[in-house]
């Protein structure tokens, strides 16, 4: 079975560029998440998706962050424009809903991302 | 959602058993215990998760006090491969809520 899948899996980026994250969850998963993971500190959630709705994004920076689930499969992250401090590593992970209980989140490797 | 607090950092040996504590005083009935464990350049994976008493895999064991005020992953016999950060998280995730990882505990094995 294939994982979470991301790319790019690293970008370089003058300040004031757009950028955009791409992110394809594993099959048959409903739940998607973004998570912003600065060096040395633990992941932070960005966006909660429930198939194609966004249902936590209150974290979210939307002055110059959104995001979008078309038709509740793979999912885009996008930036514009870039700050310094946006440089860090992009996360994506997916989980089984409908399930009782806590859920799994399968993680992809994540796009690391630095703005010069 | 429950806040925790787990070391910094530990080191260990090849062979040795690593018990992480974590402390979670703020725990919520319908909490569980998850434990990830992320490697560098990767995203973090899950290890175990449990609600009380004792939860054992093929990797590790989770244990589980009757106050649930907090918890110990062990993991036995630990190589040199199972130098990572690992992090303890609480919450129901009834939702599909994303939990909240905070610093992790980086474990240090050397040969």
């Known amino acids: 079975e294939a994982g979470v899948v991301q790319s790019p899996r690293y970008k370089i980026i003058e300040k004031k560029q757009p950028v955009a994250f791409w992110c394809n969850p594993i099959?048959?998963?409903?739940?998607l998440y973004w998570y912003l993971q600065n060096l040395g500190q633990g992941p932070e959630l960005l966006i909660r998706?429930?198939?194609?709705?966004?249902?936590?994004d209150s974290q979210l920076p939307k002055d110059r962050f959104s995001a979008e689930r078309l038709k509740g499969v793979d999912s885009t992250l996008k930036i514009q424009p870039a700050e310094l401090g946006d440089s860090a590593v992009y996360l994506c992970a997916s989980s089984l809903g409908g399930t009782s209980g806590p859920r799994r989140q399968f993680f992809g490797p994540g796009t690391r991302l630095t703005v010069l | 959602l429950a806040k925790t607090t787990q070391p910094i950092s530990m080191d260990s040996y090849e062979g040795q058993e690593v018990n992480i504590t974590c402390s979670h005083n703020n725990i919520a009935t319908n909490d569980y215990i998850t434990w990830y464990q992320q490697f560098p350049s990767q995203g973090p994976r899950f290890i175990i998760q449990?609600?009380?008493t004792k939860v054992t895999n093929e990797v590790a064991s989770l244990f589980i006090p009757a106050d649930r005020k907090s918890s110990t992953l062990s993991l036995p016999r630990v190589s040199l491969s199972d130098t990572a950060v690992y992090y303890c998280?609480?919450?129901?995730?009834?939702?599909?809520?994303?939990?909240?990882f905070g610093k992790g505990t980086t474990l240090s094995v050397s040969s």
């Open positions: 099959s048959g998963h409903n739940t």
């Open positions: 449990g609600y009380k």
């Open positions: 998706y429930e198939n194609e709705e966004a249902v936590d």
């Open positions: 998280l609480v919450g129901d995730n009834q939702a599909g809520t994303a939990l909240i």
